[in-house]
């Protein structure tokens, strides 16, 4: 996430990221009007207390004063605050676990995460020295994170503050991982099903990713695709689908798959094929819905944005295309989406979608300028 400068007034909204993909021809065109919820006061400079245990929270931070983030629920109301100390500076990335319930700090959005908080904005001590890694990434629990060492291999579950365990040797590719390319990252870490899906994705190399079992290290299932012909892989939090989107869905044409291909990652087996040209951004925690983009995603353009019903294939919302996308989440074991939309040059618009075909919620009362 890029934090704007500190002399606009702006929340800036903290997400996990995941991706996905999926749309097809023959879709309806349909298209939800949003609502707006009301609310007595804007959330700006309101102070809503400690959030409710056990709520699943999308938070946001309010740039007039400084550390203070803003929970609100999947129906777009806040919850509560919680006060950081931690300066969120340009250029550096402030990470929430998928229910919201902590809160991971990494400066200049490289390097790996270095401070932690829990969900009442306290930082959480570090039981041992501090470790870099290469990719990081929130398990579905909300609770541990899985760490990568692409040097060596290692994979490991941590809880935040503590030492990763276990710690276990994958069988990565050496001349991938000593190649000096950082091109390693998670696509999906579920502590849950103990399983993690590890992408490899560099331009002008194969593209490549792993199944692995969290708890041993071993790769229950591997794929390679040529270079130039798959863009990125994404996968459900649960790690239990897999989306190859075509290059094609990224504006390359050239070499790109003839398909977006979604598999069961527990054997690779094919649940549906796609149009090359659509781009999975996420599925939903239910696994039952993507929000998907069919048209390349280029900074400063129009985000071109639908969500559709995985089984049926049937298309539930489909945006205006009129602001670039600058963020998105999911929320976890449900079908709803976030969704901010900003241009840079005046407030952006956060969506919440429902995978119900209901009409979207609008975040009430948020200036955000830019993210």
């Not at 806040?78 to 931690?86: A, L, S, Y």
């Not at 995985?310 to 079908?335: D, I, N, Y």
């Not at 900003?342 to 618009?349: C, E, K, M, R, V």
Request: aromatic content about 8%.
């Amino acid at each position: 996430m890029v934090t704007p400068a500190p002399s606009q007034r702006r929340v800036i909204i903290s997400f996990a990221v995941l991706a996905s993909i999926v749309v097809a021809a023959g879709f309806m065109a349909t298209q939800f009007a949003p609502r707006a919820l009301v609310v007595t006061r804007s959330p700006i400079a309101v102070d809503y207390g400690p959030p409710p245990p056990g709520v699943p929270l999308i938070w946001a931070q309010d740039s007039d004063h400084e550390g203070w983030l803003i929970g609100f629920d999947w129906t777009g109301n806040p919850q509560g605050t919680v006060k950081i100390t931690q300066p969120v500076g340009q250029y550096d990335k402030l990470s929430q676990a998928p229910d919201g319930s902590a809160f991971a700090y990494e400066p200049n959005a490289k390097g790996g995460f270095q401070v932690f908080f829990d969900g009442m904005g306290n930082p959480i001590a570090s039981s041992g020295p501090s470790v870099r890694y290469q990719s990081e990434m929130w398990a579905d629990d909300s609770r541990h994170l899985c760490t990568l060492d692409a040097q060596t291999g290692n994979l490991g579950l941590m809880v935040p503050g503590s030492a990763p365990n276990p710690v276990n040797a994958v069988a990565l590719d050496p001349a991938l991982a000593r190649s000096g390319i950082i091109a390693f990252s998670f696509a999906a870490c579920s502590a849950r099903n103990d399983r993690a899906v590890i992408e490899y994705n560099y331009t002008g190399r194969p593209t490549e990713y792993w199944v692995v079992r969290i708890s041993d290290g071993a790769i229950l299932q591997q794929r390679t695709y040529a270079a130039g012909q798959v863009a990125n892989v994404t996968a459900s939090l649960d790690a239990n689908l897999i989306a190859e989107n075509s290059a094609e869905s990224s504006g390359q044409s050239a070499n790109a798959a003839t398909q977006t291909v979604i598999r069961r990652a527990s054997d690779l087996s094919v649940i549906t094929t796609l149009d090359p040209t659509v781009g999975i951004l996420a599925f939903s925690g239910d696994n039952s819905s993507e929000l998907v983009s069919t048209a390349p995603l280029i900074a400063g353009a129009p985000a071109m944005l639908e969500v559709v019903d995985l089984q049926a294939g049937r298309l539930m919302w489909r945006g205006k295309g009129t602001s670039p996308m600058s963020a998105f989440a999911v929320q976890p074991a449900a079908r709803a989406f976030a969704v901010a939309l900003a241009d840079g040059s005046q407030p952006a618009t956060i969506l919440i979608i429902y995978g119900d075909g209901s009409k979207p919620a609008i975040l009430p009362g948020l200036l955000i300028p830019a993210w």
